[in-house]
């Protein structure tokens, strides 16, 4: 894929491959992937193409300063950051 939303689309895989990363115990590669996807949001605005990305950058931030301390990762799914969409033309 090119054009604008290239960067975008690769930031969310890249984050999903982080936590992937982090669920089967590689802290190391789960924060090099956590990080290379936040670097890759960073251009786009807080709603992009539906998304909101404010909390996600933020929720992923708050894993990644507990991945840097070494604190033990526990939690289930539940506990993962969401994908949240706006819907077309709302608030």
Avoid: C
């Avoid at 996807?37 to 990305?53: F, H, S, V």
Wanted: hydrophobic letters at 30%; zero cysteines; charged letters at 25%.
């Amino acid at each position: 894929m090119r054009g604008p939303a290239r960067a975008f689309l690769q930031g969310l895989i890249q984050i999903s491959v982080g936590f992937y990363h982090l669920r089967n115990g590689n802290s190391r590669g789960g924060e090099s992937q956590l990080e290379r996807g936040l670097k890759n949001l960073e251009p786009y605005p807080d709603g992009y193409l539906g998304m909101e990305l404010a909390g996600l950058r933020r929720e992923v931030e708050q894993w990644l300063e507990r991945v840097r301390s070494g604190e033990p990762l526990r939690g289930t799914v539940a506990d993962l950051p969401k994908y949240r969409f706006h819907p077309p033309g709302g608030s």
